[in-house]
């Protein structure tokens, strides 16, 4: 039998259904007219959005609304540093800079070392706060804006987030948080009040720029819980319900799951060697058959293949090429020890320059975090 369904912020286990999801959550299908109007607003359809990665919305036609009637848009998204980061976390992060591309927006985004410390029963205070710099490399080697991007660590800048907790807390019962997050007695209380420190973001936009922002939060499909609890207080506290557009999971190099830290050699890391990487990439769970022979005679099959899901998410950016490679798969010709190097030479590329960019970010960080 297979494992029941959990997607919850802190974990995410079972084979996903993402059209139940939608449902459990009380989401809405991003619909062929949205993407048309993206495609017009953007000049072109991004590969996330044509290929149904970023699945599912709350309230983006009227966040595209308010950008097409010349109000203030801002975007939010953000990192949980507890280790370093893989390309799960860069899939909704590249759709992001897009978006900033796309609409000129500033981007909030918060580093939770307070959640992170909170949850995780080894890590001390000095271990979250120092990834929340180290994953901040990750994130500028994505090639955000220094000047529209801007970092909170939630430790260190607790005095430009304290007030707005302060009213979101207020306004929101245990027994709301309870019913959302899960919490029971043997939770810790910092826990039960961190949904407070990640609605923050939300709104701070506005009260740094003295009106209402229109904030757009892109993230995956986990992250939902804390943006039903936000969506139910914002107007009490005077501010616009963030919007927010919903990502599948790249899923892990094994069989089943999400691409998740806990499982390091399911996952490829931003600083794992690019030789590891693709020993990674060699052992993975593919769509394949148990000999050659069988291959060639009945084919692969994708739609369960962790290498196939590498080219679709993010290492074959050519539709044509992508299409090619599927039937090839299919009908025998192509034979997982050869499509799996091809990913682990893009893989390694990829690596190379993004490790080289980090590098490169960490005499920038004084221009990316909040003051
Ligand atoms: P965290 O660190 O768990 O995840 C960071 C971002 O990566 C997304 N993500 C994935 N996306 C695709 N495939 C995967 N396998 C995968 N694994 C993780 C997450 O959805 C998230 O967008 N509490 C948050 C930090 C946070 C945040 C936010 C995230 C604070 N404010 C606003 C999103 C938006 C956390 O621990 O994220």
Redesign the pocket.
């Known amino acids: 039998m297979s494992e029941e369904m959990v997607v919850t ?2 974990k ?1 286990s079972g084979e996903v259904n993402y059209e139940r999801l939608m449902e459990q959550f009380g989401t809405k299908p991003i619909t062929k007219p949205l993407l048309d109007r993206m495609r017009r607003i953007a000049g072109y359809l991004h590969l996330q959005l044509r290929r149904g990665i970023f699945f599912s919305h709350r309230d983006f036609d009227w966040w595209l609304d308010m950008y097409e009637a010349g109000q203030p848009v801002g975007l ?7 280790g370093p ?9 590249f759709f992001t800079k897009h978006l900033q591309d796309v609409f000129d927006a500033h981007l909030y ?4 070392d307070d ?2 410390y909170l949850i995780h029963p080894e890590l001390t205070l000095e271990d979250t706060v120092g990834y929340t710099y180290e ?1 901040a490399l990750d994130l500028i080697a994505v090639g955000f804006d220094p000047e529209k991007t801007h970092i909170i660590s939630n430790v260190n800048h607790v005095h430009r987030l304290y007030r707005l907790a302060l009213q979101v807390a207020k306004h929101v019962t245990y027994s709301t948080v309870k019913a959302i997050f899960g919490f029971t007695d043997s939770d810790n209380i910092g826990i039960i009040w961190f949904p407070a ?2 609605a923050v ?1 939300c709104f701070i936009q506005s009260i740094i720029e003295g009106h209402n922002v229109a904030v757009l ?7 939902d819980p ?1 943006w039903r609890m936000t969506r139910d207080i914002a107007e009490k506290l005077g501010f616009y319900k963030p919007a927010q557009i919903h ?6 190099l094994g069989r089943g799951g ?3 830290a806990s499982m390091p050699e399911t ?1 490829i890391f931003t600083i794992d060697p690019p030789e590891v990487a693709a020993r990674k990439i060699m052992n993975a769970y593919t769509g394949g058959r148990a000999t050659a022979e069988e291959q060639r005679r009945l084919g692969g099959d994708p739609s369960i293949c962790t290498v196939y899901a590498y080219y679709y ?1 993010l290492f074959e950016e050519d539709d044509k090429r992508l299409r090619e490679l599927e039937h090839r798969c299919r009908s025998g010709e192509l034979l997982c020890g050869e499509c799996k190097a091809e990913l682990a030479e893009r893989v390694k590329r990829f690596l190379r320059d993004f490790q080289r960019r980090r590098e490169k970010a960490r005499n920038q960080l004084d221009r990316f975090f909040l003051e």
């Open positions: 912020p802190w995410v939010y998204t953000g990192r949980g540093p507890s980061c893989h390309l799960g976390h860069l899939l909704p992060w985004f918060q580093m939770t959640e992170k994953n420190m990640q973001p939060i892109p993230a995956a499909i986990d992250q804390y990502a599948k999971f790249l899923p892990g999400k691409m998740s996952a998410y």
